[in-house]
């Protein structure tokens, strides 16, 4: 059996978030098909349905959790669960319709986009999923004299030295599935992964547990993507690490109900380099990918 890290990435628009973020969530094999089934009954709970059921073909970080999702949750107390969803059914079906929901219905709406960010992170968690992911400045370029435009970035590259290190720990191989995007830009990604894995000799020796051939899918057709997206997003938003640059302003709200989770989730092991032990976490900042 293998790990699989389902890939994403925020940010890359260069509009409202501060950081561009790329990484995913891993999870094994044998979790895999319990954690799909655990969201599926997850939406089901919280909305009263399916969202695919009134046009909405995923659920993402920027939608689940964008600050209308908090106002309106926080117009009234916490309905009971019944309520919730009898009001957020209503809601959708109202937006689908071109009707405008009520006051009662957008409250619940929002309660159940919490509810279900929140109930997301605690089935991560109970699958042993894992999270690593790499930032870099928003809109960062490279510089005018960069001429290394087929190797891998630097972010990608300590992200699947992270990944590699925690298959080492756990004996298992891991492979690559990623959200596809547009097909030449994911063509060139593939070249510089390639790259990577077949000249870099630290990228051969990692193929001895990652598999570099990447597998593209859907998002809006894979849960998992759905579900990496979200994390992405709250790293984003909330996740800041200032002893290394990574000082941003910070989403209150997701660091409040998010942050602990993405906390728990990420890597933690022992990484190795010229002889020396360096204990190191999945999620990093990196000022500089063009840099040496």
């Given at each position: 059996m293998s790990w699989l890290l389902f890939m994403d990435e925020s940010g890359h628009d260069h509009r409202t978030m501060w950081y561009e973020v790329h990484g995913g969530i891993a999870i094994h094999?044998?979790?895999?098909?319990?954690?799909?089934?655990?969201?599926?009954?997850?939406?089901a709970s919280a909305f009263g349905g399916s969202l695919q059921q009134f046009g909405r073909r995923e659920f993402k970080g920027c939608k689940l959790l964008d600050k209308d999702k908090f106002k309106w949750a926080n117009q009234s107390a916490p309905m009971q669960d019944g309520e919730r969803r009898r009001h957020a059914l209503a809601f959708l079906a109202r937006t689908a319709g071109g009707q405008k929901p009520t006051r009662d219905q957008f409250t619940a709406y929002g309660q159940a986009c919490l509810a279900m960010a929140g109930g997301l992170f605690e089935l991560l968690r109970s699958n042993r999923a894992v999270l690593f992911a790499g930032a870099i400045p928003r809109g960062v370029r490279p510089p005018a004299d960069y001429n290394s435009t087929e190797i891998l970035r630097r972010d990608h590259v300590r992200l699947f030295e992270r990944f590699?290190?925690?298959l080492e720990g756990e004996k298992d191989h891991g492979l690559l599935v990623v959200d596809e995007t547009e097909k030449s830009h994911d063509r060139k990604w593939v070249r510089r992964l390639e790259k990577y894995f077949t000249y870099n000799q630290?990228?051969?020796?990692r193929t001895q547990w990652v598999v570099p051939t990447p597998l593209f899918v859907s998002s809006e057709m894979a849960e998992p993507i759905q579900a990496a997206d979200v994390c992405i997003y709250c790293v984003n938003c909330a996740f800041r690490l200032p002893k290394s640059g990574m000082n941003a302003p910070v989403w209150q709200d997701i660091a409040d109900n998010f942050c602990p989770w993405l906390f728990q989730?990420?890597?933690?092991?022992?990484?190795?380099?010229?002889?020396?032990v360096y204990h190191e976490y999945g999620v990093f900042y990196v000022p500089d990918p063009y840099a040496p």
């Open positions: 094999a044998s979790r895999l098909w319990p954690f799909v089934q655990g969201i599926r009954a997850l939406e590699f290190y925690f630290n990228g051969r020796l989730l990420q890597f933690s092991g022992d990484c190795y380099k010229d002889g020396q």
